[in-house]
């Protein structure tokens, strides 16, 4: 037997299983017609485990780069008008409680398309992206987003330090999890950060994960699952400190955190305090919480089963809503198979067309459902169920309903 894998925080031997989804393909990598008849989709272990010294949640790191690279597509920000409006909104609100003005600078890591940035420009505020892909650093440019094509870690803040870069704000949001070496990453930020400089990350809160069951938010490319309490360990490691916080509604429940050098004065804030006793309350700090969760999500999973199979043998149709990476983690986990749901839609044109991975369910546009009339409609995306249930309103009309699976099987007229 090998031995256990390092946190890949603290390097303490991982010895405990948070919830093992077994092997699942990468939950983005949606495949075409040929690529499903070719039949060499690539499955690997899925298994989050948590460690007993600073609590990080994290996916064991078996996937190779290239391949992870492969099926993440280009993937643009400015292509949702949700997270352009989030965006906009965190840009004023940021400029104004910081004083930010002409003599600033903002710099974002891992700063896609100028997505956020771009609403610093329009409010005169210097901006740099640090991007490490360089399609979508072009298209930044193109919209007046001076953008560097980088991986941000110690080494790129040393080489920006030298260039006389400084921030007043560096923001680096949903990235955290993504990192697979989140310590050399943090690191990098007090090269850049002014003496007084504020950085804020914004990341989906494991007190969600936990308490609703979101287990179908663990995937591949998702190497770590945080706590409010783990962030303030790795930035102490860092040399920063935690001094506010705010809880978000993206993702199923996201925490913005926001860090400053160590030695700065600011006063932390009454949030801090409520977020860290809101973990402590719910059990965020023994290791109890955590071996329970696999009952917990097989329970999701079987009531979801149960739901199909009843509903098959009553003669009722079931489709679903999303072709999402957390719905093909959920399938993939239960087995679901086209047998039981026919088909998702998903109004992506980039995804219609193709197959979900693993399940091998077929992407159909959303008109479909007018043609098919399903009983239920399954949404996989949980977390935008009321602006889906809105759209799709017109199933109604044939007394169709609507199910979701996290963080309760529940199913609604
Ligand atoms: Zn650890």
New binding site residues.
Partial sequence: MSSPLP?R????PLAHTLVDLGRQPLANSYLTAEALAAGTEQSYPLHARV?H??F?VQVDDVVPAEAIFAADYAYFCSYSASWVEHARRYAEAMAERLALGPESLVVEVASNDGYLLQHFVAMDVPVLGVEPAAGTAEAARARGVPTDVAFFNEATAVALAARGVRADLMAANNVLAHVPDISAFVAGFPHVLKPDGVLTFEFPHLLNLIEQVQFDTIYHEHFSYLSLGTVALIFADAGLRVWDVEELPTHGGSLRVYGCHAHDDRQQTAAVTRVLAAEDAAGLRSLATYERFQSRAELLKDDLLVFLIEEKRRGRRVAAYGAAAKGNTFLNFAGVRPDLLRYVCDAAPSKIGKYLPGSHIPILPPSHLREDRPDVVLILPWNIRDEVSAQLAFIREWGGRFATAVPALSVVA
């Fill in positions: 946190c925080f603290c390097g303490t460690c010294a600073c990080l």
